[in-house]
């Protein structure tokens, strides 16, 4: 970019900063396209999910859906609820969306695609996650109403509890590449599954387990909506929120779920790695880092519409008996593990790969077990009631 | 490299005014009938009863304070981890072990000090069992 820029004739300092500036207008465009294109996506899905259309009546299967909600809550008028902090009101979506929007700089789309490589990189992705919390504080206390205060302290006791596992179960990882810029972590994985983060050693299984439990819970997803449990607290954090304020609230958050499946990929799934012969094509490397990543957020969206939601002590329980000493024992067992085998690479090799073949199987009885079910379900469906076969 | 830096202040910049732009150019082009019905408070349609700004309980503090010590931890955790792999090639590997496990354990005592007066726990003094079992009366979850 900034070649291009130098080459109309502008200053060397000039072209750089107007190249980040575009740069950064094209990251933007992509994050309100995906956030828009994620909400559609999962309302097409838990459509499915749960045998109803969703929606399909604008543009081909409802695919422009998203615009039209952006461009109607534009529309609408935007209030300020009586009683309320207007300022704090006013400020809080920004903090959200500088949140999620923020963790794009470093974020690797493939080998050697990244606005800016920072050798903090992971340290950065985790502290700037945080501004999210402010906002959502913010949005909770400033509305002067109750289901949005109880939203909000829930929510932020919710983000900050589940960001300790999430921040120790990452050092695992760490561990492993010794390095936090992004692509250094990237590269220190392989393109074969058996050189993935993942499937390293039993304790990174255990830190990925950590970090995807934990990322759910940041993210606000359910088995850990309680910030917006829409049946007891209405909205939570943004019930009093209206027209662009409440679209700014809702594109960060499904903006977020990209951003977690891409860091998911990209620490734990080999990210945008190619095998060696065509490592300098960059397209295919863009290409098999939005496959996995596009996996990763299916994933989360199945698990959005298959579990219930838990309670609030649950939720807390969970994360600090479970999660936090789970995390101290996987960062233990891979320093160990990295001691006693350092020297043996063979060995690291054989248990990723045995790792990932017990991943298959495990991954083969679970798909034969659900088509299994599927079958018994459709014979049921299409065979008479018993009280109708009788008569 | 500090270029690199500036990446954040652009990105920073660009986020807030998408917003802000995004937002006056809607003022031009959304209704603006204030009315008292319409900036009342939603509270399930009722009139609202008191003040939003309510006490909270105190557990939030709580975790609070458990979660700024543990941040801070993690943020001391971050560099000793990137440097590890270099300390175990050059022989150093079980004593930067053993003073990450002493480091860790200091804190360690603390949480399981918090863990053992019920700190930990949301529903204090009620077990898992009761707090389902009754009806509701004792059932203090926030």
């Given at each position: 970019m900034e070649s291009i820029l130098l080459g109309l004739g502008l200053e060397e300092a000039t072209a750089q900063i107007l190249g980040a500036i575009l740069k950064a207008l094209i990251v933007l465009l992509f994050f309100v396209t995906v956030g828009g294109v994620l909400t559609w996506v999962e309302r097409r899905l838990s459509g499915f999910m749960q045998s109803r259309l969703g929606p399909?009546?604008?543009?081909p299967q409802g695919f422009l859906q998203w615009i039209a909600d952006g461009v109607k809550l534009v529309f609408k008028e935007d209030l300020v609820p009586d009683g309320a902090d207007r300022v704090l009101f006013r400020l809080a979506p920004y903090f959200c969306l500088i949140g999620v929007f923020?963790?794009?700089?470093?974020?690797?789309?493939?080998?050697?695609?990244?606005i800016a490589d920072l050798n903090v990189g992971l340290f950065y992705f985790i502290s700037i996650t945080s501004l999210v919390v402010i906002g959502v504080l913010m949005a909770g206390w400033s509305s002067n109403n109750k289901w949005s205060l109880l939203g909000g302290m829930r929510a932020a006791a919710q983000i900050v509890s589940y960001e300790i596992p999430v921040g120790l179960g990452l050092l695992v990882p760490i561990l492993i590449s010794?390095?936090?810029?992004m692509q250094g972590i990237m590269a220190s994985?392989?393109?074969l599954p058996w050189d993935w983060m993942l499937f390293k050693s039993p304790f990174t299984v255990l830190s990925f387990f950590i970090f995807f439990v934990g990322s759910l819970a940041e993210a606000n997803?359910?088995?850990?909506d309680l910030p917006e449990a829409e049946s007891e607290l209405?909205?939570?954090?943004?019930?009093e929120y209206t027209g662009f304020r409440y679209a700014v609230f809702f594109l960060s958050e499904w903006a977020n779920l990209f951003v977690v499946g891409a860091l998911t990929t990209v620490v734990?799934?080999?990210?945008g790695n190619l095998p060696?012969?065509?490592?300098?094509?960059w397209v295919v490397s863009l290409l098999v880092f939005f496959l996995k990543t596009g996996l990763v957020v299916f994933l989360i969206i199945w698990i959005r519409w298959t579990l219930p939601r838990f309670r609030i002590d649950q939720l807390m329980k969970l994360s600090w008996k479970y999660l936090l000493p789970a995390a101290f024992l996987a960062f233990f067992g891979q320093a160990l593990w990295m001691l006693l085998t350092w020297k043996l690479p063979l060995v690291q090799l054989a248990m990723a790969v045995l790792i990932f073949l017990t991943f298959l199987v495990l991954l083969y009885l679970f798909i034969k077990r659900v088509s299994v079910n599927i079958k018994e379900q459709k014979t049921s469906v299409n065979s008479p009631l018993p009280a109708e076969a009788g008569k | 490299m500090l270029f690199e830096f500036s990446n954040i202040i652009i990105f920073l910049v660009i986020a807030v005014v998408f917003v802000a732009v995004t937002l006056l150019v809607g003022r031009f082009l959304r209704p603006n009938n204030p009315s008292a019905g319409k900036s009342a408070v939603y509270e399930c349609g009722e009139?609202?009863?008191?003040?939003?700004?309510s006490q909270f309980n105190m557990r939030f503090y709580l975790v609070a304070f458990v979660f700024v010590i543990f941040d801070v931890e993690i943020a001391f955790m971050y560099p000793v981890t990137v440097v590890f792999k270099e300390l175990m090639e050059e022989g150093w590997g079980i004593l930067a072990l053993v003073e990450i496990a002493l480091f860790i354990l200091i804190l360690m005592v603390g949480f399981v000090y918090a863990w053992n007066q019920g700190?930990?726990?949301?529903?204090?003094?009620?077990?898992d069992e009761k707090a389902i079992d009754s009806s509701g009366k004792n059932l203090d979850i926030t």
């Open positions: 399909n009546r604008v543009g923020c963790t794009l700089v470093v974020l690797p789309w493939g080998s050697g695609i990244i010794g390095t936090l810029s994985q392989g393109w997803r359910i088995p850990f209405v909205s939570g954090y943004c019930t734990y799934l080999g990210g060696g012969m065509i490592s300098g094509l | 009139t609202p009863v008191g003040g939003g700004f700190g930990l726990d949301w529903v204090k003094g009620i077990s």
